[in-house]
């Protein structure tokens, strides 16, 4: 009887590492099994791509692209098609100012464990919101949560496609997420040619991230970094 006990919890500790693996894996910014994926570039040029997830919202994008704007500075907008759809006047604003867009899925679901039609329903349907508005360029894609495991990145990769993380990440740091001007610190302290910055500004619950964009525009500008899209910190490889 002992034994059985013994096996038993054997199996279940076997299986819970196992699945602790896998989630440590979906969040790699390293490797994933399929196709290509960047967490930066490197490259000698001073070159930084600033990219902005979620929205766009109703409330809250025209003070984003105000502060772009009045800095002269572009940015790569995930968006999630969701929102792009309910918010296509916004969305065709983000077009119109001249930024990138970049697919984030349609619902902001976990794509770890989705299966292949639902990973092509998530992706194909931002695609289309984000054409509706008008949008030519090439769209990049980013998993919600940086989370992928065996079906988006096959998807990504029979489609040409690249996964697109971030080696920045201010936001995932509770004692810097308080207060604007130690994030912007933080970006600017951590950024380097070829970093890829993640910040999200869509929400009123991200109050503190709109505050420290435009620290963090001119923080990094002081530095000797140049703001580029994504596509155009790749071209730079």
């Keep these: 009887m002992f034994?059985?006990?013994?096996?038993?919890?054997?199996?279940?500790?076997?299986?819970?590492?196992?699945?602790?693996?896998?989630?440590?894996?979906?969040?790699?910014?390293?490797?994933?099994?399929?196709?290509?994926?960047v967490a930066r570039v490197e490259t000698a040029r001073p070159l930084v791509a600033l990219t902005l997830d979620d929205g766009p919202s109703a409330r809250f994008t025209n003070d984003v692209l105000a502060i772009l704007r009045e800095r002269d500075a572009k940015a790569t907008f995930f968006l999630t098609g969701k929102e792009a759809g309910?918010?296509?006047?916004?969305?065709?604003?983000?077009?119109?100012a001249g930024h990138e867009i970049g697919n984030h899925s349609y619902s902001h679901a976990n794509m770890a464990f989705m299966g292949p039609a639902s990973v092509k329903d998530e992706v194909e349907r931002t695609d289309a919101a984000i054409r509706a508005a008008g949008y030519e360029g090439e769209i990049l894609f980013r998993p919600p949560f940086g989370?992928?495991?065996?079906?988006?990145?096959?998807?990504l990769s029979q489609h040409?496609?690249?996964?697109?993380?971030?080696?920045?990440?201010?936001?995932?740091?509770?004692?810097?997420?308080?207060?604007?001007e130690v994030l912007a610190k933080h970006v600017i302290d951590h950024a380097k040619s070829g970093s890829i910055i993640l910040l999200h500004v869509m929400y009123r619950s991200r109050d503190v991230s709109r505050q420290a964009l435009p620290l963090i525009i001119d923080g990094l500008r002081q530095k000797g970094l140049e703001l580029v899209t994504v596509s155009q910190l790749l071209q730079a490889r």
């Design 3 to 37: 034994w059985r006990y013994a096996a038993a919890l054997i199996v279940v500790i076997l299986l819970s590492v196992g699945l602790f693996g896998l989630h440590l894996y979906s969040k790699s910014r390293t490797s994933q099994l399929f196709g290509e994926m």
């Design 147 to 155: 989370k992928k495991l065996v079906s988006l990145p096959w998807y």
């Design 160 to 180: 040409g496609r690249k996964t697109i993380m971030w080696d920045v990440e201010p936001e995932s740091y509770p004692d810097l997420a308080g207060n604007p």
């Design 86 to 96: 309910e918010n296509l006047a916004q969305t065709r604003m983000i077009v119109n």
